[in-house]
């Protein structure tokens, strides 16, 4: 696999939901890692990045409420979510930075009201 998003799921808001993202260990070793989401009828939009080094910055409109991590031993990013809001609904992608032009599977995370 090269890039498996899982753990998206339906949520109320004020929740908190968990996302990893299996990746090839010849591609996450070396690579800065980022999140992206795509909510329906908009673009897909940055939410996160990770440096190979565990440094993180994040989008504004998450920052505070959002954390990524990664795991060298799994070849695992994850991003944890908290506070969720109905704005957050959308289907969520990990790729490297620069991304690669296969984006993977992603996974749908709804936030209800």
């Known amino acids: 696999v090269q890039l498996q998003a899982s753990g998206g799921g339906l949520v109320q808001a004020g929740g908190s939901l968990r996302l990893s993202c299996a990746v090839s260990?010849?591609?996450?070793?070396?690579?800065?890692m980022d999140w992206y989401r795509q909510a329906p009828g908009k673009q897909r939009e940055w939410v996160a990045r990770?440096?190979?080094?565990?440094?993180?910055i994040y989008a504004d409109s998450v920052k505070g409420r959002f954390t990524i991590s990664r795991d060298n031993a799994k070849n695992t990013v994850y991003l944890q979510m908290n506070s969720l809001n109905p704005e957050d609904t959308a289907v969520y992608y990990c790729?490297?930075?620069?991304?690669?032009?296969?984006w993977g599977q992603g996974t749908l995370v709804t936030v209800s009201s």
């Open positions: 260990e010849t591609i996450f070793m070396r690579n800065d």
């Open positions: 790729n490297t930075w620069p991304p690669r032009p296969n």
């Open positions: 990770i440096s190979s080094t565990g440094e993180t």
